[in-house]
């Protein structure tokens, strides 16, 4: 994500390792997106 840090809730046999590099695929429907200086959720 461009240097940014996310978090992702992945299935449960993926088996990241941690520094690897993968391709994510999201899914807009399901995104839940924070204000980082608030904390609180953006938008409904």
Do not use: E, Y
């Not at 399901?30 to 609180?40: N, S, Y």
């Amino acid at each position: 994500m461009g240097g940014t840090d996310v978090t992702a809730r992945l299935r449960a046999d993926a088996k990241p390792q941690a520094g690897a590099t993968f391709r994510l695929a999201i899914d807009m429907a399901k995104c839940v997106l924070f204000d980082p200086a608030t904390q609180q959720r953006i938008g409904s």
